[in-house]
């Protein structure tokens, strides 16, 4: 089998996405746009704010380790019930124990001034969510982008 990189140990290694979406559509669309992904990856969705800061603080529901793997990356809906993204991120990002890891924030948005915000707070990027399935698969190489980076960075 043919890889593209030297150290295929990286690319093997199972990382967790945490996923924090509320459509049930757009939910099934980044699951899908996973499959085509070159590295394993162990998606864990959440649908709203409460539960990502209850899934990342191992509270509750959440509170086995063994259950609720530390996320390698988040992938933040802005808009969502109970507690939005952007209160989340924040937390997050002040948060020791959280600040390290890259967000992504999702958003139907392209106000500027959600973007500046999200930037502002720490997020590592803000993405639009796609409209097509082309552009799911696209995103799931910017996070695949993201995670080698960072591994390179430790």
């Known amino acids: 089998m043919h890889s593209e990189h030297n150290d295929t140990s990286v690319l093997q ?5 945490l996923l924090v979406e ?3 559509a757009d939910q099934t669309l980044i699951e899908w746009a996973f499959t085509y992904s070159k590295r394993p990856y162990d998606l864990r969705v959440v649908s709203d704010g409460v539960d990502a800061l209850d899934y990342v603080s191992r509270r509750g529901i959440f509170g086995d380790p063994s259950k609720s793997p530390r996320p390698d990356i988040i992938l933040l809906d802005i808009n969502m019930p109970r507690v939005e993204g952007m209160t989340v991120l924040e937390a997050l990002k002040g948060h020791n124990d959280f600040r390290s890891i890259p967000v992504i924030m999702l958003t139907t948005s392209a106000r500027e001034s959600d973007m500046e915000l999200s930037k502002r707070l720490g997020a590592r990027c803000f993405w639009t969510k796609p ?13 695949n982008c993201f995670l080698v980076e960072r591994n390179e960075e430790a």
Not at 132 to 139: F, G, S, W
Request: no cysteine; charged share 45%.
């Open 131 to 143: 409209k097509t399935r082309d552009e799911y698969i696209e995103l799931v190489h910017v996070i």
């Open 22 to 24: 509320d459509d049930p």
């Open 13 to 17: 290694k199972e990382l967790v996405v």
